[in-house]
C-alpha cells in the first residue's frame, strides 16, 4: 500500500437513514488499510436531512462511532465539501441521493486540484430498481457490489447501456461477522427478523405475526423473538406503516414470545433458527452458519425479495418450521452471495483497497466526476432529481437554498422536529387510513 494512502488519512460518509449509516461508517471502516491503526485518520459522519434521518437512539443501537457526526442539509454538505479536504468519501444514499451530490460534487470541486475518492454502493441485497439504482449511482469513482453475483450484474448494466463499468468494484457486506454457530442454545431460540416494508399490508404483516405467535405455542420449549427495527415513530431505509408493535397490541401471546431490539449481531449471538422474508438480516445468519429459513408462505415474488434466496436452499413455509424442518444452504449460492462463510471475508476488501490506493497516488489527481445522466442523456430525468435537493441542472445550488454559513438555531430546530413529526404521523396514520377509505 502507497504511503500516501496509509497516513493522516480523512474519511467522510454520508447517510440518510440508520441503515444507511451503518454501511457507509463500517464500508469506510473496511477501506482503511488493515495494517494501519494510525491515530490520525478521521472519520466524520454527515447524517443527510429528511424523513428517515436517524435518531439518537437508532444511532446507538447500530453502534458505529466516528470522530464527528452532524446532520445536513444537501447544500450544506456540498458547502462543507468545498471548505474540506477528504481523502475518501462514501456517499451512502438512495440512488437519487447519490445523483444530486455526484453532480453537486462536480460544480463544487471545478478547478481543485485535488479531490477525495467517491465510493457509493447499497446497503443490502439488490433485488429491485436494478437499473434504475445503478445508473443514479454511476460516476462515483468506485461502486461497490456485494457478492460476485452483483459484480456481474452491474457490469452488465453499465456495458448495456454503453456507460463505462470499470468502477464496479467487488467487496462484501461490511457488517458480517461474529462467532460462528456451534449447535442449540438452551433454550432453543428462534428469531423474526421484521422489514419495514416487506409486506406491506396489514393482512399479510397480520398473518406473519399469527404465525410466529403460533409456532411459539405449539413449541413451548423454545424462546420466539420479534426482531424490530424501530420503534413507533422512528424511521428506517424503509417506511413503516404498520409497525408489528401495533399488530401485536391485543393480542393473547404465550411467555415464550416476546419483542426485541438492539443490534442483529448480538440477537445472533444466541438465534438458532433465523426467520425471514428477504432481510439482509439472512446473510448475517449465514455468515454464521446459523439455519436460516426464507419464507414462502405469502409466494415467491420479486415484491416480496425473496426471489433472491431462489436456488439458496432456504427456501420454506411455517408449517415446514412447525413440523421441525432444518434448511440446508446451498454452498455454491452462498459462495455468489458474498457470505464467505469458509474465511475468505478477512480479504474481501483488498481489491477496492487497492484501487483507492492507486487513485489517490495518481499523478495531477483524479479527473472531474463523470455520471451516465447529464442534461443531455436524461434532460427530462435529471432536472427533477437535482431540484428535490434544492440543486439546478448544471448542480448548482438554487437561489433561496438553505444557507450553510451557521448552525441552525433554538427556534429552527423546533420547527425542524415538528416537520419531521408530522411527516411520520402522516406516513404511519393519516395514510393508511386514506388508502382504506379509497378501497371501500
Known amino acids: ?8 488519512l480523512r474519511v467522510a460518509v454520508l447517510a440518510d ?12 471502516k473496511r477501506l482503511i488499510p488493515s495494517e494501519s491503526d494510525d491515530p490520525d485518520i478521521r472519520l466524520d459522519g454527515y447524517l ?7 435518531t439518537a437512539r437508532q444511532l446507538q443501537e447500530v453502534g458505529v462511532h466516528a470522530d464527528s457526526l452532524r446532520e445536513v442539509t444537501a447544500v450544506e454538505f456540498l458547502r462543507e465539501m468545498e471548505q474540506q479536504s477528504y481523502d475518501i468519501l462514501v456517499l451512502s444514499l438512495v440512488g437519487g441521493g447519490v445523483q444530486a451530490m455526484l453532480h453537486g460534487l462536480r460544480s463544487a470541486w471545478a478547478g481543485r486540484e485535488k479531490r477525495p475518492v467517491v465510493v457509493t454502493g447499497y446497503v443490502g441485497v439488490v433485488y429491485e430498481k436494478l437499473a434504475d439504482g445503478l445508473l443514479l449511482r454511476h460516476g462515483a469513482d468506485l461502486v461497490l457490489a456485494n457478492s460476485r453475483q452483483d459484480a456481474d450484474r452491474f457490469r452488465a448494466v453499465y456495458e448495456g447501456v454503453g456507460a463505462d463499468s470499470s468502477s464496479v468494484t467487488e467487496v462484501a457486506l461490511p457488517f458480517l461477522g461474529g462467532a460462528p454457530y456451534e449447535g442449540e442454545h438452551k433454550p432453543y431460540t428462534v428469531v423474526f427478523a421484521a422489514q419495514p416494508s416487506v409486506p406491506d399490508s396489514r393482512r399479510d404483516r397480520t398473518y406473519l405475526l399469527n404465525r410466529l405467535i403460533q409456532h411459539a405455542r405449539k413449541h413451548p420449549e423454545r424462546e420466539v423473538l420479534l426482531k424490530l427495527r424501530s420503534k413507533p415513530g422512528e424511521h428506517t431505509t424503509h417506511i413503516e406503516e404498520l409497525p408489528y408493535q401495533k399488530l401485536v397490541q ?3 401471546v404465550p411467555a415464550n414470545f416476546r419483542l426485541v431490539y438492539g443490534h442483529m449481531g448480538d440477537v445472533l449471538d444466541h438465534t438458532d433458527l433465523l426467520v425471514t422474508m428477504s432481510s439482509t438480516a439472512a446473510l ?14 405469502l409466494g ?3 415484491a416480496l425479495g425473496n426471489h433472491h434466496f431462489v436456488g439458496s436452499g432456504c427456501l420454506a413455509s411455517w408449517d415446514q418450521l412447525d413440523a421441525g424442518h432444518r434448511p440446508a444452504p446451498d454452498a455454491d449460492w452462498v459462495a455468489r452471495q458474498g457470505v464467505a462463510a469458509d474465511g475468505m471475508y478477512a480479504t474481501a476488501f483488498d481489491a477496492a483497497r487497492e484501487r483507492i490506493a492507486k487513485l489517490l497516488d495518481r499523478p495531477g489527481g483524479l ?6 445522466y447529464t442534461p443531455e442523456t436524461a434532460p427530462g430525468y435529471l432536472p427533477g432529481i437535482l431540484a428535490r435537493h434544492h440543486l439546478g441542472p448544471d448542480g448548482v445550488p438554487l437561489p433561496g437554498a438553505p444557507a450553510a454559513d451557521k448552525a441552525p438555531g433554538p427556534v429552527r430546530q423546533i420547527v425542524r422536529r415538528a416537520a419531521r413529526g408530522a411527516y411520520r404521523h402522516g406516513v404511519q396514520r393519516v395514510a393508511p387510513v386514506i388508502r382504506r377509505m379509497g378501497e371501500l
Open 1 to 8: 500500500m502507497p504511503a500516501s494512502a496509509t497516513k493522516s
Open 300 to 302: 415467491i415474488r420479486e
Open 17 to 28: 437513514s440508520d441503515t444507511r449509516w451503518k454501511w457507509g461508517a463500517l464500508t469506510a
Open 48 to 54: 443527510l436531512r429528511g424523513r428517515a434521518t436517524p
Open 250 to 252: 391485543g393480542k393473547d
Open 284 to 297: 448475517e445468519a449465514l455468515h454464521r452458519r446459523i439455519p436460516t429459513v426464507v419464507l414462502t408462505d
Open 367 to 372: 479527473p472531474p466526476l463523470n455520471p451516465y
